[in-house]
């Protein structure tokens, strides 16, 4: 007879009734055995008491298995002719109270493998007391038949032979060539080729979770050496990260490159799709986090995005002037692709311009974390949905430019925010907005170009007295060496801005972008964005020019918005009356309102129509944002920081309601009929 070989039994192609049949094979293998061994070597004999075996011990053959029922020396015996000896290796015994049909016990009398009523192999162990070999054995069901057939008396005798064996294998099944393809060992368990390398790769993870440890930060499973040192983890967002490889990001390239993948070294940028679920950022080796802006820390850095990541090493500063007094602070994050921190990384998301610094918003007055995004995705729909080329303020530079100069280079103007949670040495810090933050190159603005300037209202300034020569309201970010040019022109837009209402409009598209100026009236207008521009005053915004004549307003800081005040601790019902516009000669939007009157009105019925400015609009950016988070990240963040300014004042039915009153009443406005 042929007895199956491992694969008939585990083959990737094995059907269910291949499998029966191997099976079928196998224990009409085991039966004829039993019978011939049984043949040959002698029989079984039982007796009530070991009294009674004495007296006919004379008549029993050497060889004989002998079964004492009763008494304190019941048990199974091997009789030799002279001596009656325990069966001290594996026995194997009926057991009618017990729920197993049959057991073999080691020599300490542990069962080690039992097959039971249902006809499923059981296998015990001294901690878990069992542990089913065979699980759902519906495929199996024939292993019953065989049951039921057993004789005793014969499998008593292979049993008494097999514990003789100095092997550690109870029974091994052989081919036709003599070669183990199956064992059955003396602990119960069945091993082939490659079970055994299964046992094999079991075993090594079995070592390994004695290193591992459970703990509430994001690692789930830390494996870590001897000096504690973190070898790798597998964390709660379902990333397993060795030696710093993101496997499961591994075997996904490895999927689309069959050719052996090429090592890069000194990486100068990483490129990352935009993500659709949350950022995870795992910073360690991390000193004392400072508490104000100018002390910079470092250590290394994991970023993982939707499967993709990348590890460097990191500089980090608290970014703000406000966010250096929260207890949560905004983070300016730099790259290095070494140690010594002197070779910048870029990082590249998506379509944005490569970065070497990205910064994450811990959102710590907007107890939503919508706001500061959400605005920024709302600007470019605004943006998105204009006419002709150029389209974005950004491609300003580009009109007229011819090969390299006329490339788009990723600049848009305005941050990307993507929702994000934060680690610092495996400890929560919190969730946020992670991403573009107003960086000069991200306004396509050069270096040192006298007339190409950017200027960050960090201070309150009036707009149409902008500070000249040395300001201190505001900075001037470029160019980085300021000349006459730059301040004569800052100096002549504060001399347009105080023109008459006539000379004003006569002389608006030379100072004005007219695009720009309605698109970013009628934004601030809409989300009423109240630390960033209030009538004349304006703060936060950025200021650009590319020939130092027409300037453009870019937004930046937009998280007083919807009503929430700047510390977080008030939301205002403000949703009616204008927050540019008030009735003076001397108000700049007013006469910007008075120049472009049709086109703000028409556009503003364009952004209606296209339900830009609108409820509908309004949720599906803020859910798009909220519900990266899961409701257990969530709870880490209340745990982490249960005390926030506007937690129990704002939501985003709060941020609803108040949008559906403030369209009310701009549609009143600027004039809309749908």
């Not at 490889?245 to 070294?265: C, P, S």
């Not at 023109?499 to 972008?513: H, I």
């Not at 300037?551 to 019902?573: I, K």
Request: glycine share 6%.
């Amino acid at each position: 007879m042929t007895v199956p070989s491992d694969y008939d039994f585990i083959g990737n192609t094995i059907t269910e009734s291949q499998f029966k049949n191997a099976l079928t094979v196998l224990l009409n293998h085991i039966r004829q055995m039993s019978l011939d061994l049984v043949e040959a070597q002698g029989g079984n004999y039982s007796y009530a008491t070991m009294a009674l075996f004495d007296v006919d011990k004379i008549n029993v053959p050497a060889n004989s298995t002998i079964r004492i029922a009763q008494g304190d020396d019941a048990g199974l015996y091997v009789w030799d002719g002279s001596n009656l000896t325990p069966a001290k290796e594996s026995n194997f015994f009926e057991s009618s109270n017990s729920e197993n049909l049959f057991e073999w016990k080691d020599n300490a009398g542990n069962v080690v493998l039992a097959l039971n009523k249902k006809g499923q192999l059981v296998s015990y162990d001294e901690n878990t007391k069992r542990s089913i070999l065979l699980t759902n054995q519906e495929d199996i069901k024939e292993l019953q038949k065989f049951v039921d057939e057993l004789n005793l008396n014969n499998i008593s005798v292979l049993l008494k032979l097999l514990a003789t064996n100095d092997s550690s294998d109870l029974y091994t099944f052989d081919d036709n060539d003599g070669n183990i393809v199956l064992r059955l060992t003396k602990s119960g368990m069945l091993r082939s080729g490659q079970i055994d390398g299964l046992h094999n790769a079991v075993d090594a993870l079995e070592y390994l979770k004695k290193l591992t440890k459970q703990s509430d930060d994001s690692k789930l499973i830390r494996f870590e050496d001897a000096e504690k040192n973190l070898l790798g983890y597998i964390d709660k967002f379902g990333n397993w990260v060795f030696n710093g490889v993101d496997v499961l990001n591994e075997i996904n390239e490895l999927k689309k490159f069959k050719n052996k993948a090429q090592a890069v070294t000194a990486l100068k940028q990483v490129a990352v799709k935009a993500p659709e679920s949350l950022i995870q950022i795992y910073l360690t080796d991390i000193p004392a986090l400072p508490d104000a802006k100018g002390t910079v820390v470092t250590g290394k850095g994991e970023f993982h995005f939707d499967g993709q990541s990348f590890n460097c090493f990191v500089k980090m500063e608290v970014q703000g002037a406000s966010s250096a007094a929260y207890a949560k602070k905004n983070w300016n994050i730099a790259f290095f692709s070494d140690q010594a921190l002197t070779k910048a990384l870029n990082v590249k998301i998506g379509d944005l311009l490569p970065h070497d610094e990205l910064v994450f918003k811990s959102n710590w007055i907007d107890h939503t974390n919508i706001r500061n995004a959400m605005c920024y995705r709302l600007w470019e729909q605004f943006a998105a949905s204009r006419t002709g080329y150029p389209r974005l303020e950004v491609e300003k530079p580009y009109i007229g430019k011819t090969g390299k100069d006329a490339l788009q280079n990723g600049a848009n103007g305005v941050p990307r925010l993507y929702s994000a949670l934060l680690y610092i040495n495996d400890e929560f810090y919190g969730i946020g907005s992670f991403g573009t933050a107003k960086k000069r190159a991200n306004y396509n603005i050069a270096k040192n170009k006298p007339k190409e300037i950017l200027i960050g209202m960090d201070g309150w300034n009036d707009i149409t007295n902008l500070e000249v020569n040395n300001p201190t309201l505001y900075e001037l970010k470029a160019p980085s060496s300021p000349t006459v040019d730059t301040f004569n022109a800052i100096s002549n837009w504060n001399a347009f801005t105080q023109l008459s209402d006539e000379n004003f409009t006569a002389q608006a598209n030379d100072y004005l972008d007219k695009q720009n100026a309605i698109d970013f009236m009628l934004f601030a207008e809409f989300v009423k964005c109240r630390d960033v521009v209030s009538q004349n005053s304006a703060k936060n915004f950025q200021f650009i020019s590319y020939n130092g004549k027409k300037f453009m307003f870019m937004p930046y800081d937009m998280d007083t918005v919807f009503g929430l005040e700047w510390t977080g601790a008030v939301v205002y019902d403000d949703t009616t009356g204008s927050q540019l516009v008030w009735n003076s000669s001397g108000s700049f939007w007013r006469k910007v309102k008075v120049a472009y009157n049709t086109d703000v009105e028409a556009r503003y019925k364009q952004l209606r129509d296209l339900k830009i400015i609108s409820v509908e609009n309004i949720y599906n950016l803020s859910t798009d944002l909220s519900l990266k988070y899961s409701k257990d990240v969530y709870d880490l963040e209340l745990a982490r920081w249960p005390v926030r300014p506007s937690l129990n004042i704002t939501s985003l039915e709060q941020i609803l309601t108040w949008t559906k009153k403030r369209i009310a009443f701009l549609d009143t406005y600027f004039n809309y009929t749908a």
